[in-house]
């Protein structure tokens, strides 16, 4: 398997190039840069990169934009990413790239056999995802989403209103009573912040509400 490795930190670039040719990997070029990296991709046609998040000039995203330029020219190529921290939206946006990707945090990192093994599932097409960053995910997307104020039984109820039965309706599908409904109703728009007004379309808004963040 064909690697090429993009890292700044010299010390760490060669230790990490080390062990990958004794693990029987072929490390065909190595870069301090984004600029670096992208021509060496192109040069060798590498099974799999492995690229830092953050590298000269500026130290912020260096890493990723080459990474992204990578899957624009070279779709077959894998990429794991290394970061020194989760970054939910970068990591996002690469993952969303489609097979071949992974995005791993350096001090996670213990295993060299696991690392090893990381690299080859992607160079197959494979993924891997670093656990904290799934932590990451899964804490942003409860801290979004609109519906986490709502209790199970308010989730039912506006499940039902999402398929446009009547609170009677509801209240048949449910085996609870009507009057029932209509207060779980009140407290869903209450929870979602759709004010008290004489517009009806407030239910409306409550479902588009609940569809999005499906």
């Given at each position: 398997?064909?690697?090429?490795?993009?890292?700044?930190?010299?010390?760490?670039?060669?230790?990490?190039?080390?062990?990958?040719?004794?693990?029987?990997?072929?490390?065909?070029?190595?870069a301090?840069?984004?600029?670096?990296?992208?021509d060496?991709?192109?040069e060798?046609r590498?099974?799999?990169?492995?690229?830092?998040?953050?590298?000269?000039?500026?130290?912020?995203?260096?890493?990723?934009?080459?990474a992204?330029?990578i899957?624009?020219?070279?779709?077959?190529?894998g990429?794991?990413?290394?970061?020194?921290?989760?970054?939910?939206?970068?990591?996002?946006?690469?993952l969303?790239?489609?097979?071949g990707?992974?995005?791993?945090?350096?001090?996670?990192?213990?295993?060299?056999?696991?690392?090893?093994?990381?690299?080859?599932?992607?160079?197959?097409?494979?993924?891997?995802?670093d656990?904290?960053?799934?932590?990451?995910?899964?804490?942003?997307?409860?801290?979004?989403?609109?519906?986490?104020?709502?209790?199970?039984?308010?989730?039912?109820?506006?499940?039902?209103?999402?398929?446009?039965?009547?609170?009677?309706?509801?209240?048949?599908?449910?085996?609870?009573?009507?009057?029932?409904?209509?207060?779980?109703?009140?407290?869903?728009?209450?929870?979602?912040?759709?004010?008290?007004?004489?517009?009806h379309?407030?239910?409306?808004?409550?479902?588009?509400?609940?569809?999005e963040?499906?």
């Amino acid at each position: 398997m064909r690697v090429v490795l993009a890292e700044d930190d010299v010390l760490l670039r060669e230790g990490v190039a080390s062990l990958l040719e004794r693990a029987g990997l072929r490390v065909v070029g190595q870069a301090g840069d984004g600029v670096r990296l992208l021509d060496l991709t192109r040069e060798t046609r590498p099974d799999v990169v492995v690229v830092d998040v953050r590298m000269p000039p500026g130290h912020s995203v260096e890493g990723l934009e080459a990474a992204r330029e990578i899957r624009r020219e070279l779709p077959a190529t894998g990429i794991l990413v290394l970061s020194a921290f989760a970054d939910v939206e970068h990591a996002m946006e690469l993952l969303a790239g489609g097979r071949g990707i992974g995005y791993l945090l350096k001090s996670r990192v213990t295993d060299v056999a696991d690392f090893i093994d990381t690299l080859r599932r992607i160079a197959r097409g494979g993924s891997a995802v670093d656990p904290a960053l799934v932590q990451e995910l899964v804490s942003a997307r409860h801290r979004n989403d609109p519906l986490a104020a709502l209790s199970p039984r308010e989730r039912d109820v506006l499940a039902q209103m999402a398929e446009g039965h009547s609170n009677a309706g509801i209240g048949r599908r449910l085996w609870i009573t009507e009057g029932t409904v209509e207060k779980h109703v009140r407290s869903i728009l209450a929870k979602l912040e759709l004010p008290e007004t004489d517009d009806h379309h407030r239910r409306v808004l409550a479902v588009l509400t609940f569809l999005e963040a499906r």
